[in-house]
Structure formats: C-alpha cells, structure tokens
C-alpha cells in the first residue's frame, strides 16, 4: 500500500505582464476610445461624460492603483496604429486574432516561469478561462523542450475566476494517485476581451476591474521537501452553486471575443449566502466555525471592492484578516484565476501571517460559484 501523503502548495513564481498601467491612464485610454470608435474628438464632452461614468460604475485609482496587460495598444492613443484594437476603422477584434495573440505570449510566459529549469517537471496542470488554443501553450512548451513524453498536462479551462482551488483540489488528488509532484500554471489575458464598443453599465465595471496575470506553484507532498521553506498543507476544500444564481455570471464565446456578464446583484448573494455555506462545510469537517472566524486570515478573490467589503462585514471580519486581498487587488486589479494565487504568495512570504496559521479562501465564478479551502501555514 502507498503511504498517506500530506499534500502541501509551495514554489509560487510570479511573471509580471509586459506592460503596467496605472489605473488613471487605463480608464483615459477607455474613456477616449470610445469617442474615436463613435467618431467624435477625445477632448469631447463625451470623454468627460464616460471619466464620471467610469468613477461611477467601476474602480477609480483609489481602489486598483494599477494592472498588468500584455497589449501594447493600451499605452498609446495613436488611434491609427493599433496593433489588435481597430477601432479608428470601427472594426471589432475578430476571436481568432484574439487566440494568436494568446497563444504567442502565453508561450512566451512559459519560457519566463521556466526560465531556471524544467528538470523536476513531472505532472502540469494548465488553468485559463481566457484562451482556447489546441494544441495548448502548454503542450507545445513541453514539446519544444523535450519533455512531452515524460510530462502529462492536465488542461483546466474556462472555469472562470475560481479556477485555482479546482486546480488545488485535481492536484492534491492526481500527487495522492501518482505520488508526482504537481505543477500549477496560471495564464489570464484578461484584458484580450475587453470590448471597448460596448460603454453598458456592466461593461465600465468589466474594463475599469480586469487585468493579466501570470503565476505557477506545486503541490506535493510535505515529506517531500527538499528544504526548511514556507508552504501551505491543504486541510480541506468545497465547493457549491448559490440557489438561484445562474443568470447573474457568466462567461462565454461570442462571435468577436469572450463575453462576460455580471450582475448588480452578485454581492448581495454572494453576502446572503457564504457565512451559511462556510458554516455547513466546517461543521461536516468537524471544525469550529466561530473560532476560525475570529483567529483565521481571509483570502478573499477580489472580484471587486464590494465583494472583500461586504464579506469583511457580512463575516465580521478584522481589517487584518482580510489585508492581502485588498492589497493584492490595489496592485494588480483582478487577474480572474490566478489572482486567489497570488494573495496566497504574499501571505505565504508575509512576516504578518505567523507559522500555523490558518487561511480560509474564498473565490467566486460564473454560476454563481461559491468555492473554499482551509489551508494552514507551515515552515
């Protein structure tokens, strides 16, 4: 019989788009390309009119300081030399433009996550909701590098901004059937579906929000350690689609790229919902709600403001607990499935969040999808 392996998330490796816009140029940039597609001069009243729109609806630059893109066009406003944008001619970007666009600097994150060695790869899972290119990045990457025969790739996609503990939850169980040592990549091109022709309510909360991300971590096992290094054992997880929910997110193709909506109403379900769903699931794991609640950080997926604010509220939750969330969404907006990823890298390498801690996440998909994990922090 194999022996009972405690699965443990270590290894976080970060890639940073190539292009960091603060978030006051981001919403200029929007805000001016919907007057140049309408046809009408960027220093319109119009311009203005969309500015207020967007401090409105959306995130102003007090609460997403800047984001990441791997599109050159959102750093100038040479409005006839976009390169994927068209929108001097009017013209939408096509899908299939929007996946070679994809698939080039996805490869090209690869090579930058694996920069220092692919030798110890032995089981990759590939997680994006923000591509479809078969063969795979993934695939191909392990090919070109003479590893395809030795590596299986397990591809996760499309399942939106609570991909990473679906992930977690596939790796702890493909690491306790092959006792392999599981590597996790994270791939969003966020801002590759942005579709600035569309100026609706729902849509300036999508454009002022999103951004790209890139991230890779493993799990294995805790005997497996090479060294004394800060890891996270995975203690539980579940997962639950809120009743009545499933018009209020949702992400699909479309003919010009990929659609998401959202509704007004996303919070307050959201709110209504988790403090019952958190409960049921630790008392099933014969845990103590009340107490977790109160000596427990918080990684919460930043699928907006209103969402950490209202579950803080809604949970009665301390500013420490729920600090990382809100830093990580100030420094690089919402990164849809490798954003839970990357408050886990910051509160794994944080002085604040002590030996033996434990971290209860929260991420959030089309459905709604509601999914948890407890984890607790060991060095």
């Avoid at 630059?61 to 068209?86: C, P, V």
Wanted: charged share 25%; proline share 4%; hydrophobic share 35%.
């Amino acid at each position: 019989m194999s022996r009972q392996l405690t699965p443990i998330i270590h290894h976080f490796q970060t890639v940073r788009p190539r292009f960091l816009l603060k978030q006051s140029e981001s919403l200029d940039w929007l805000s001016k390309s919907h007057c140049i597609i309408n046809k009408e001069k960027t220093d319109s009243i119009e311009t203005l009119h969309l500015k207020r729109r967007y401090s409105h609806y959306g995130c102003s630059e007090k609460r997403i300081l800047e984001r990441g893109t791997e599109i050159e066009d959102f750093t100038h406003q040479q409005w006839s030399k976009m390169s994927l944008f068209n929108l001097s001619e009017g013209r939408q970007t096509k899908l299939d433009a929007r996946m070679d666009f994809y698939k080039k600097h996805v490869t090209r994150s690869f090579s930058e996550l694996f920069e220092s060695s692919t030798k110890d790869l032995e089981y990759l899972i590939h997680v994006t909701c923000t591509g479809y290119v078969s063969p795979s990045p993934a695939q191909e990457f392990l090919t070109n590098r003479g590893l395809g025969e030795v590596c299986d790739v397990l591809h996760l996609y499309h399942m939106g901004c609570y991909a990473s503990l679906p992930a977690i939850k596939t790796a702890k169980a493909l690491h306790r059937d092959t006792q392999k040592k599981i590597t996790i990549v994270h791939n969003e091109l966020c801002t590759l579906h942005f579709n600035p022709w569309d100026s609706s309510p729902q849509q300036l909360v999508i454009h002022s929000l999103f951004s790209d991300g890139h991230i890779k971590y493993t799990v294995e096992s805790k005997d497996d350690k090479a060294k004394k290094e800060p890891a996270f054992e995975i203690l539980a997880l579940n997962e639950s689609l809120i009743p009545e929910s499933s018009q209020d997110m949702s992400w699909r193709c479309g003919e010009d790229g990929f659609i998401m909506s959202l509704s007004p109403l996303v919070p307050q379900k959201f709110n209504h919902y988790v403090e019952t769903f958190l409960r049921n699931w630790l008392k099933n794991e014969n845990l103590n709600w009340e107490k977790i609640k109160k000596e427990a950080f918080f990684a919460i997926h930043p699928g907006g403001p209103k969402i950490i604010d209202n579950i803080q509220e809604s949970l009665n939750l301390e500013t420490w607990q729920i600090s990382h969330s809100s830093r990580v969404l100030y420094r690089f907006g919402n990164m849809s499935s490798a954003t839970l990823p990357h408050i886990w890298e910051k509160m794994l390498n944080s002085d604040e969040v002590p030996n033996d801690s434990l971290i209860v996440s929260l991420a959030f998909g089309p459905g709604l999808t509601l999914h948890a994990s407890l984890f607790k922090k060991i060095t």
